[in-house]
């Protein structure tokens, strides 16, 4: 791990906190390495029922990767491959971690950062929050995999003006076109954050791991989808101890008490 990307959990949440405050919470190549290990430390602890993913500071979540690296990490062909696969990597792990993540956004949330958001699976933001992919204005190629997910997030003719314009989306503008999922007034940002990670707490853990994998499984390309890993997910929910619970808490009328088994 490193002092650049926090990791610690709090009750049900466990935070990862990209910390750059400095360079607006910019990426650098220790965070992207120390960010699969985080998640993967959250995964394991059956404590953890959500994770969040915010920056340092209220002025960026991250405001893209650090480009004063670039130099010696992305100057030649195998140094940039290097990079990429890196990068792949850590945001794979990010799209993958069997548990639900929340991007906690406030501030600039630029080029790699907008990224790691999209991977996110849900995303709340404040409303001074502006979003970009400036690439074009560097000259550097895009990774497939992440045009893709902007793709499949917003549909070809927005995610075509994100990148074609490389201009700053307001909250406001990122909202209507689906970026994100909330804007929230600033202030309001960590109450409501707060609030989606009791809800998702609260909820049966088998049924929202379930869900997210299946709604991984249906981004894949056709016959691709692993549909019997889908039906287990589905008959394991049922055959759980969490499903008598949820039955018999309703019939009693009180609140479930579910413990992902």
């Not at 130099?71 to 548990?99: C, I, N, P, W």
């Amino acid at each position: 791990m490193t002092d650049r990307l926090i990791a610690e959990r709090q009750g049900p949440i466990g935070w990862i906190t990209f910390s750059n405050p400095e360079r607006h919470n910019a990426l650098k190549v220790e965070m992207w390495q120390a960010l699969p290990e985080a998640l993967a430390r959250f995964e394991a602890d059956d404590d953890v029922k959500v994770i969040v993913l915010r920056g340092a500071g209220d002025k960026a979540f991250i405001s893209g990767a650090d480009i004063s690296e670039f130099e010696e990490m992305r100057s030649s062909e195998e140094a940039v491959l290097a990079y990429e696969d890196l990068a792949e990597g850590s945001m794979r792990a990010l799209q993958t971690v069997a548990k639900p993540t929340i991007a906690m956004i406030r501030g600039y949330c630029i080029g790699g950062g907008l990224g790691v958001a999209i991977s996110c699976d849900i995303r709340i933001a404040a409303e001074g929050s502006t979003f970009a992919i400036p690439a074009g204005r560097l000259g550097l190629g895009y990774r497939f995999s992440g045009v893709k997910r902007l793709h499949d997030l917003v549909g070809p003719a927005f995610a075509k003006e994100i990148f074609f314009t490389a201009r700053r989306f307001p909250a406001q503008e990122a909202m209507r076109i689906g970026l994100i999922n909330r804007m929230v007034p600033d202030g309001d940002l960590d109450r409501a954050v707060a609030e989606t990670c009791a809800t998702i707490a609260d909820n049966a853990p088998l049924t929202v791991r379930s869900v997210k994998l299946m709604i991984e499984e249906l981004g894949k390309p056709a016959g691709e989808p692993d549909a019997e890993m889908c039906e287990r997910l589905v008959r394991g929910c049922f055959a759980s101890e969490d499903y008598v619970e949820g039955r018999r808490a309703f019939m009693e009328k009180r609140k479930p008490v579910f413990r992902g088994r």
